[in-house]
């Protein structure tokens, strides 16, 4: 199958940085989008940014300019530059892939959704 592993998470103090990374992995044709979520407890998960392999991009309005969203598609890797770090974003960080696994699907325009298995990220002084 698939298999999304993510790294980089950890405590940060206010207006420090991070860099969340998620490779992806096992049966893959073709990635089309990918993504950051977040959740908090008690609260649903939420976009924080996504990427699709075309490039264009797509920032929840909370984190524009802070930050940034890339992807490697050779080593089927996206990443999650997080700059000027504020308490309000701690939470667990999801990234997700939505994989074509074969030509098949790809022919078919179905695509999966695959999830990270999530990583803290506390902003705390």
């Known amino acids: 199958q698939v298999q999304l592993v993510e790294s980089g998470g950890g405590l940060v103090q206010p207006g420090g940085s991070l860099r969340l990374s998620c490779a992806v992995s096992?049966?893959?044709?073709?990635?089309?989008?990918m993504g950051w979520y977040r959740q908090t407890p008690g609260k649903q998960r939420e976009l924080v940014a996504a990427?699709?392999?075309?490039?264009?991009?797509n920032y929840a309005d909370d984190v524009k300019g802070r930050f940034t969203i890339s992807r490697d598609n050779a080593k089927n890797t996206e990443y999650l530059q997080m700059n000027s770090l504020k308490p309000e974003d701690t939470a667990v960080y999801y990234c997700?892939?939505?994989?074509?696994?074969?030509?098949?699907?790809?022919?078919?325009?179905?695509?999966?959704?695959?999830w990270g298995q999530g990583t803290q990220v506390t902003v705390s002084s």
């Open positions: 990427i699709t392999n075309s490039g264009s991009l």
């Open positions: 997700c892939a939505d994989v074509f696994r074969d030509n098949s699907d790809y022919q078919k325009r179905t695509a999966y959704r695959y």
């Open positions: 096992g049966r893959i044709f073709s990635i089309n989008y």
